[in-house]
């Protein structure tokens, strides 16, 4: 036999030498895969919704518990006008790399998407999902891509969708560790309402977050802030903590500060009306002399330009004709000299339903300054309040930083009302009368928004408020006549009860992330700087509540005992008072408005 022959396998040895290489391989490859599933992740923070909008942007977001696809959370967002309520959120990726992006939905019109792949940006749709429907798409980052925007919205004018358990699955990035914890964090300036702080820089940091009494209250990029909104007399607890893409580090060693007492702050409380000085209407006009002593800060009612753009602002008494029982010019300011010998401020107000003022100029500026100087010495009033409505503030769609405004009305307002004060000193008194639209609104919306297309006047008023804050006297939104307004919780909140009010004046006393962004929080006032805004009478307008809600509202916000649905976030024994409009429609109540203060704050 030859040797050959004999050592040579035989076809059976062969196949099943073949299948045994086989199956290696096989093995092999599957191992490999294990490995490369292994090294996947889902890189979304909060896809189920079930930590609120944590890791979220969105435009007009809330959490909902009903209906949700798993646990016990999922979004709900409603397009409203021409939002078609986007929510967002970056994630870090890899570059080069392959992922997979998917979430389930309800609602019509319905989109799931990536931007920023640095490839090509992907979307999908659905025009119905009356039940939860998932939706799926896939992309591969570009070669030196390591960020992506994930998005959800709807359409415009299709109502509200849902969605729940977002997820973007593919290799997860190094994101490194987070960095130490700061040191050296120290206390510098203080004054009756800011601390300023500072601390050492560290290593791998992109940014810093600051904490007062243990909440977070803003952010920075280098090693020193300053911390506003704050109260006379008061103990704070200051923290910083380091942050960079692998997330925040532990919080440094804990400082205090007090707060000395400001000259600028009051304890008191007060009662805040309008007089129709200039006008008549069903409520009948009022003397200056018969406004019983209970109205600590009464405001004329109003000064108007000559024009919207001029800057020319007028005051002129209402005529005979219109109000025969008015008195004589001379009466008129002896009266409003006995009221300040009382201790009371009598202020003109700029503005009003009818009169709009926008200081598109530095010329509209100067002639703004001079015209109110003209009144406040011509009838020897304590300052001014600022009842801008209507169309006399807005932003531009670049002005996106309420911290620094472009936008020339408002440059100009601010400008103007900081030259006033200069030019009147610490005694000059100023308050301002926005409506919600203005300030609490801009949580959800501030101008025309990221992408465009919003209101540009949505939340026009904050970088007023905020640049004029240590010189603003009292700030009284106007809760009425207002449409349905997120609070802190993330829930509308309509007028008609002591919630509306409640939740809206929690926003002030609070702050509050604007347009969702939490790097960018409008921090909250002073106590004694914010009254409520409320209408005297059904008569008086839209958002009349009645005594027993005035006195839950007032229960809440300075005992936190009778509240409602609305939970807030401290409690404010300080709080300055209630405004009203107006001090006629009160009058034409037989007072009501006017006793339940008196009622509640003796």
């Known amino acids: 036999m030859d040797r050959t022959e004999r050592t040579r396998p035989s076809t059976r040895q062969r196949l099943l030498a073949v299948c045994t290489a086989t199956v290696l391989a096989v093995s092999g490859l599957a191992a490999l895969s294990s490995a490369a599933r292994a090294a996947d992740a889902d890189l979304v923070r909060n896809g189920g919704f079930e930590a609120g909008l944590d890791g979220w942007t969105c435009t007009a977001g809330a959490v909902v518990n009903s209906p949700v696809r798993s646990g016990s959370s999922a979004l709900r967002a409603t397009p409203a006008g021409s939002d078609y309520a986007q929510c967002s959120q970056t994630v ?10 998917a979430g389930y939905v309800r609602g019509s019109y319905v989109y799931l998407g990536a931007s920023g792949t640095g490839t090509t940006d992907v979307s999908t749709w659905t025009q119905s999902a009356p039940d939860w429907q998932q939706l799926t798409t896939t992309f591969r980052t570009g ?3 390591t960020k992506v925007t994930l998005y959800a919205h709807g359409w415009y004018g299709t109502g509200a969708y849902y969605a729940d358990d977002v997820s973007l699955v593919g290799p997860g990035a190094d994101q490194g560790q987070p960095p130490a ?9 203080v004054t009756s309402s800011t601390v300023a702080l500072s601390w050492s820089p560290v290593t791998g940091a992109t940014g810093y977050a600051v904490y007062r009494d243990g909440v977070k209250v ?5 090693t020193s802030t300053t911390v506003s ?14 942050v960079n893409d692998a997330g925040e580090s532990a919080k440094s060693a804990t400082v205090t500060a007090t707060t000395p007492t400001g000259s600028g702050g009051s304890t008191g409380h007060a009662l805040v009306g309008y007089l129709h000085a200039s006008f008549a209407n069903g409520s009948g006009y009022t003397r200056m002399a018969d406004v019983p002593d209970s109205w600590d800060i009464i405001d004329l009612a109003f000064g108007e330009p000559t024009s919207t753009t001029s800057g020319d602002i007028r005051f002129t008494r209402c005529p005979v004709t219109e109000c025969p029982t008015v008195e004589s010019d001379a009466d008129f300011k002896a009266a409003i000299k006995a009221k300040q010998a009382a201790g009371k401020k009598v202020l003109i107000s700029i503005g009003g339903q009818n ?9 509209a500026r100067d002639t703004f300054v001079s015209s109110v100087s003209k009144i406040i010495d011509t009838y020897g009033l304590d300052g001014l309040d600022i009842d801008f409505e209507g169309h006399s503030l807005s932003l531009d769609a670049n002005d996106t930083n309420f911290k620094s405004p472009t936008t020339p009305v408002i440059v100009n307002l601010i400008s103007a009302l900081k030259t006033l004060k200069a030019k009147y000193g610490s005694k000059f008194v100023l308050t301002m009368a926005p409506e919600t639209f203005f300030v609490q609104l801009g949580y959800q919306y501030y101008g025309t928004g990221k992408w465009g297309g919003q209101d540009p006047r949505a939340g026009a008023y904050l970088p007023v408020i905020y640049a004029l804050r240590d010189d603003l006297t009292l700030l009284h939104v106007q809760d009425y006549n207002s449409g349905s307004i997120m609070g802190l ?36 006032l002073r106590p004694d700087q914010v009254a409520i805004g409320m209408p005297a009478s059904t008569n008086a307008g839209n958002g009349y509540v009645a005594p027993s809600e005035v006195t839950k509202t007032l229960d809440c916000l300075t005992k936190k005992t009778n509240c409602g649905s609305y939970a807030t976030h401290g409690t404010w024994p300080g709080l300055r008072g209630l405004m009203t409009w107006s001090i006629n429609w009160d009058r034409f109540g037989s007072w009501e408005f006017q006793r339940t203060f008196d009622g509640y704050f003796g």
């Open 355 to 363: 009169g709009q003022v926008q200081l598109t100029t530095t010329a």
């Open 181 to 189: 914890a700061p040191t050296g964090l120290a206390v510098g300036t």
């Open 489 to 524: 919780d993330n829930q509308y909140h309509s007028m008609g009860g002591a919630d509306f009010h409640i939740a809206m004046t929690d926003m002030l006393l609070t702050g509050f992330p604007v347009a969702g962004d939490a790097n960018n929080v409008f921090p909250p």
């Open 92 to 101: 870090t990726v890899k570059p080069d790399s392959q992922y997979t992006l």
């Open 218 to 222: 803003q952010t920075a990029t280098g």
């Open 143 to 145: 070669p030196s891509t």
């Open 229 to 242: 909104g704050l109260a006379p007399s008061t103990a704070y607890a200051f923290q910083v903590a380091a």
